[in-house]
């Protein structure tokens, strides 16, 4: 079949180089695509925000199937616009619709799924320029620190964690007041849950689901977890303490009663669902749902995955995914992501990438771009190096030095990937 992937970023070029393994792709297409993917797929240069542009090149290009990569066009609806399509409703699209994708588009929404569905989740108020004094209030009952989310999408940057209350007190004005546009017009108010953070991951057709390897990543631009958030710095997987009996008590308290909830809604959901997690004195917790893969979560998941996954995509698509398991590479997965300079500030682009063909491990593009000199830089994460071993120390030893031969002007990386699960694992 004929396939096409929207998306540009590191998660799109791990997902392209999975598909593209499939006997079942005949072609695969992406939109718009980057330097990785475009060199072993068809890249389209099409904005995968506007739907009309998709349609001509779902037809131009005889599409049997689309995979949605971002959360952003299936929070705008991409999949209803092809259900409404009569010339389009019969291409499954992997994704859910506008309102099953509230559960990442809308803080608040995912907050009262939770709460109806009984899933254990952090305290919270929800927050509008209406009710501030009660937002107030409910602050000062927390103990420190605050933690302040938009809504709806705010590109990573929504999330304010702030420890003096005076100072969080000013951040929830501002955000209320338009800080991160209409996405923090209304703020969740959480309590501050403490403990370690990870990732599991469900393919779902919205009725039944199969679960993905996990996967820790690493969002700070520091070492040591310091500094400001970004889109992730790395991750690995698989997690260490994700086994027995805390396993059971993620699928039977969260996983199981999500897909059971979405259901019951009747949302009509197929693709990814991403648990964002912390474990809390031995207890389960929900931070957060994505209505897609983890970037650079999928980099670490999808070496893991020994099976063809385009047969498992299409069954949840077209909602009939069939009970069975996936086999997993027992090795541990590590991904260090190159940036560039200054980011997540600001930051420069079109700087030559050398020493790609020096790196035997797996490299994943994320902002890159073809050019008449090269491979260029072209946003603020630039490359995912993706190493694997037995030896979870060795696997991260060699993630380390793959991204050291890889050079441009100003590229970073952090050293210390996955440097605390072999921390948890001495103790």
């Known amino acids: 079949m004929n396939i096409l992937l929207l998306g540009s970023g590191g998660r799109e070029h791990t997902l392209a180089w999975k598909i593209t393994q ?6 695969l ?5 980057n330097a990785g993917t475009g060199s072993i797929a068809e890249n389209i240069a099409v904005d995968i925000m506007d739907f009309e542009a998709l349609k001509e090149s779902v037809k131009t290009y005889n599409i049997d199937f689309v995979i949605v990569g971002p959360e952003a066009p299936l929070v705008e609806g991409i999949v209803d616009y092809f259900q409404n399509d009569p010339e389009l409703r019969t291409i499954p699209v992997l994704g859910p619709d506008r309102m099953a994708s509230q559960l990442e588009g809308s803080k608040s929404y995912a907050k009262s799924f939770m709460k109806r569905h009984n899933i254990p989740t952090a305290g919270y108020i929800e927050v509008t320029a209406e009710n501030l004094d009660q937002g107030v209030r409910f602050m000062a ?16 940057k929504g999330v304010l964690i702030i420890e003096d209350l005076d100072e969080a007190v000013r951040e929830l004005k501002l ?34 689901y199969i679960l993905l390897p996990e996967a820790k990543d690493y969002k700070r631009i520091g070492e040591g977890d310091t500094g400001l958030n970004t889109g992730g710095m790395g991750s690995v997987s698989p997690v260490s303490f994700f086994q027995g009996d805390f396993k059971k008590k993620v699928i039977q ?40 893969m983890g970037d650079p979560e999928t980099q670490s998941v999808l070496c893991r995955i020994e099976d063809d996954l385009v047969d498992v995509f299409y069954q949840a698509a077209c909602q009939s995914l069939e009970a069975q398991s996936l086999s997993f590479n027992p090795e541990t997965a590590c991904t260090v992501v190159t940036v560039s300079d ?54 991260m030893e060699k993630a380390r030095e793959a991204a050291g031969k890889i050079q441009y002007e100003g590229v970073y990386f952090r050293n210390d990937i996955g440097q605390d699960l072999l921390e948890l694992s001495e103790e």
Do not use: W
């Open 342 to 395: 200054g980011y997540p500030g600001a930051y420069q682009k079109g700087k030559v990438i050398e020493g790609l063909e020096d790196v035997a491990d797996h490299v994943f593009h994320a902002g890159t771009r073809h050019s008449e000199g090269g491979v260029l830089t072209n946003g603020g994460r630039v490359l995912a190096v993706t190493a694997m071993d037995e030896i979870p120390a060795r696997a």
């Open 253 to 292: 308290k969260i996983v199981a009663p999500t897909i059971e909830g979405i259901h019951q809604d009747s949302l009509h959901y197929t693709g990814f669902v991403f648990f964002g997690l912390i474990k809390v004195q031995g207890e389960p917790h929900v931070i957060e749902y994505n209505c897609r």
């Open 29 to 33: 297409y992406v939109a718009p695509g």
């Open 141 to 156: 009952g927390l103990q420190p620190p605050y933690v302040l989310k938009a809504d709806g999408l705010a590109a990573g």
């Open 175 to 208: 955000m209320v007041d338009g800080k991160f546009g209409s996405a923090s017009q209304k703020v969740v108010i959480e309590e501050f849950l403490d403990g370690i953070e990870f990732s599991v991951f469900a393919l779902t057709d919205g009725k039944n």
């Open 22 to 27: 499939s006997p079942r792709c005949d072609q």
